[in-house]
């Protein structure tokens, strides 16, 4: 099974521009995440997405950070005009819908590689 | 929101050594997840385990709900071991923290040959 995919893997950009990140879910996962890992500490969670809506965005910078996930699968981030205290780690996550799965595990988020944005 | 202590920071260790990670989390939860973060800053999923032990390979871990902690134990350690342990808990309040996951600050692991 495939996990989830992001890209690019790093970016490096000027203070004032603007970058996306794309993530793709594990296949049949209905929940996505985003987070933001700051160098030395844990990730923070920005925006909860399910199946096409927003869950929480309660974390979001919504003045310069935006996300879409249209059609429910694929996801984008937006940075517009990154800042330098944006240079971080964007994590995307995913997992299966709570409430349609019979496993076990129905809850267990599974994170991709991530992207190292700096901001110079 | 929910508090998540991870402790110790730090923790050096040579190869075989054996070794006891713990979190400690302020109020009750429906989802415990414990990650390790590789050099490369992939995160990899070693227990999801709101409740109860559970034992995979050299790695075993222990959630103790009642008492708000859980404890992750590393047996005879690697070098490929290394890596920050992070400890991430999802709040029970009714449905409003749902899928969140808050992270603990990580203990960083480092183990010598």
């Known amino acids: 099974e495939a996990g989830v995919a992001q890209s690019p893997r790093y970016k490096i950009i000027e203070k004032r521009q603007s970058v996306a990140f794309w993530c793709n879910p594990i296949s049949g996962h209905a929940t996505l995440y985003w987070y933001q890992q700051i160098l030395g500490q844990g990730p923070k969670l920005l925006i909860q997405?399910?199946?096409?809506?927003?869950?929480?965005d309660s974390q979001l910078p919504k003045d310069r950070f935006s996300a879409e996930r249209l059609k429910g699968v694929d996801s984008t981030l937006k940075i517009q005009p990154a800042k330098l205290e944006d240079s971080a780690v964007y994590l995307c996550?995913?997992?299966?819908?709570?409430?349609?799965?019979?496993?076990?595990?129905?809850?267990?988020?599974?994170f991709g590689p991530g992207t190292r944005l700096t901001v110079l | 929101g929910i508090q998540v202590e991870q402790s110790p920071p730090d923790l050096i260790l040579q190869e075989g050594a054996n070794s006891t990670l713990r979190c400690n989390f302020s109020d009750s939860v429906n989802n415990l997840q414990w990650f390790h973060q590789n050099p490369w800053g992939q995160l990899i999923n070693l227990f999801y385990i709101p409740s109860g032990t559970k034992q995979n390979g050299r790695l075993s871990a222990t959630t103790v709900a009642t008492e708000r902690y859980s404890l992750l134990y590393i047996s005879s350690s690697q070098t490929t071991d290394s890596g920050v342990y992070f400890c991430?808990?999802?709040?029970?309040?009714?449905?409003?923290?749902?899928?969140?996951?808050?992270f603990g600050q990580g203990t960083i692991l480092t183990v010598h040959p």
């Open positions: 996550a995913s997992s299966l819908d709570r409430w349609t799965s019979g496993h076990s595990s129905y809850n267990e988020q599974f």
């Open positions: 997405f399910q199946n096409n809506g927003v869950v929480d």
């Open positions: 991430a808990v999802e709040q029970k309040d009714g449905g409003t923290s749902y899928g969140k996951l808050t």
